[in-house]
């Protein structure tokens, strides 16, 4: 492996995806790291904590001396196998700890001393994750300040706004990068980021976009403060309070089918794959008719009743002959009489905000050959 240099060329480490190795304790990979990460700590969580006691009350050389009594034989072999089979993998990678000092050059001369050169990034977690921060500013004021426009694609629920996101190159998938559908029944499988790998994710995204398309409008889905538990950040939320909006315009049954195919056909399969079929089968039916009764208020009594039964039997048909259908005249209900007067009551407030209406085709040809004025 040819020697590299240690980096803090942030912006070509995230446009490039480049692989990451962390060697920070699991406690502090859990709170916020980047994509293309893994974590293989030098330290675990009790170590970590003992070090960093020493470190405070008898000083660095105290800490060093209490961390090599901790690298063990057995601990040392175990972390120099990991490292040398990631460092495989990803030759093009960089290691990095919290601050890029001492656990990181640490780690590099472990590493080193088995013939292996490894660059760590200069700063650490604490310099890269304070450039995705400002760069996050940084484009909330451009769109701001209008130095490029930002465009929503808005539409009732089910109307497949993220389906038209996903067809336009220049745009964001907001609800992608959170791991949520944004709706009551948004929530999937896996586990949703932490606050702080959200917005990492977010900010890499739009520096990508911004590299690839530097001029142009940009292109998101119409969202509320929260995607399920990703807050978007303030100035970003705040630019998308005044943005123009591209409303998506898709008739009732198709809006059932494709709720229906995102809500159930496709996520079904994605709990039993997760947890087995009777499991699956049991956390899905669990996750349906808890969001119905996190909502059970809004419907009011009579509606969650009828909805509960309805569901109910669908889902027992469902796990039954595998037919979903039984969840259309449900899946009408909650569009019609639940997600639509909220819609309603919202536009009335932002109709002077609408610069497009059309279908799923029509907005995307639009939203094309949009030019900025």
């Known amino acids: 492996m040819s020697k590299r240099d240690n980096s803090e060329d942030f912006h070509t480490l995230f446009l490039q995806d480049t692989p990451l190795l962390d060697v920070r304790a699991p406690v502090e990979f859990n709170k916020g790291a980047f994509p293309n990460t893994i974590n293989i700590p030098l330290l675990d969580d009790e170590q970590r904590h003992a070090i960093g006691t020493r470190y405070k009350e008898q000083g660095q050389d105290a800490a060093i001396e209490l961390g090599w009594q901790l690298a063990t034989p057995e601990i040392k072999t175990a972390r120099l196998s990991a490292w040398q089979a990631h460092i495989a993998k990803h030759p093009e990678g960089y290691l990095y700890c919290f601050r890029g000092g001492l656990r990181s050059n640490l780690s590099q001369q472990l590493i080193a001393e088995t013939g292996i050169h490894y660059p760590l990034i200069k700063g650490g977690y604490k310099a890269m994750r304070r450039y995705l921060i400002d760069l996050l500013d940084e484009h909330s004021l451009a769109l701001q300040e209008k130095q490029r426009p930002l465009i929503l694609v808005s539409g009732r629920t089910g109307s497949g706004k993220t389906r038209v996101i996903n067809r336009l190159a220049r745009s964001v998938d907001l609800e992608?990068?959170?791991?949520?559908?944004?709706?009551?029944?948004?929530?999937?499988?896996?586990?949703?980021?932490?606050?702080i790998n959200f917005e990492n994710a977010l900010s890499i995204a739009l520096l990508k976009l911004r590299h690839t398309f530097p001029d142009g409008a940009l292109f998101s889905e119409d969202e509320g403060r929260m995607i399920g538990s990703a807050a978007l950040p303030l100035g970003l939320q705040s630019t998308m309070q005044q943005a123009p909006l591209a409303v998506?315009?898709?008739?009732?049954?198709?809006?059932?089918?494709?709720?229906?195919?995102?809500?159930?056909?496709?996520?079904?399969?994605?709990?039993?794959?997760?947890?087995?079929?009777?499991?699956?089968?049991?956390?899905?039916?669990?996750?349906?008719?808890?969001?119905?009764?996190r909502i059970r208020r809004r419907l009011g009594g009579d509606r969650h009743k009828q909805l509960l039964s309805e569901f109910s039997a669908a889902?027992?048909?469902?796990?039954?002959?595998?037919?979903?259908?039984?969840?259309r005249s449900g899946i009408a209900i909650l569009l019609s009489d639940y997600y639509d007067p909220m819609y309603d009551y919202q536009q009335t407030k932002r109709d002077g905000r609408v610069i497009f209406r059309g279908?799923?085709?029509?907005v995307v040809d639009w939203a094309q050959s949009f030019q900025p004025m």
Do not use: W
């Open 248 to 293: 998506l315009e898709t008739p009732l049954e198709e809006r059932i089918d494709i709720a229906l195919e995102e809500y159930v056909s496709a996520a079904r399969p994605e709990y039993i794959q997760a947890f087995g079929e009777e499991q699956g089968s049991l956390k899905f039916r669990e996750q349906i008719l808890g969001n119905l009764d």
């Open 315 to 327: 889902l027992d048909e469902l796990e039954r002959s595998g037919c979903a259908d039984g969840f």
């Open 359 to 362: 279908d799923k085709d029509a």
């Open 176 to 195: 992608g990068l959170a791991r949520h559908r944004g709706s009551a029944f948004g929530r999937r499988v896996e586990p949703q980021p932490s606050q």
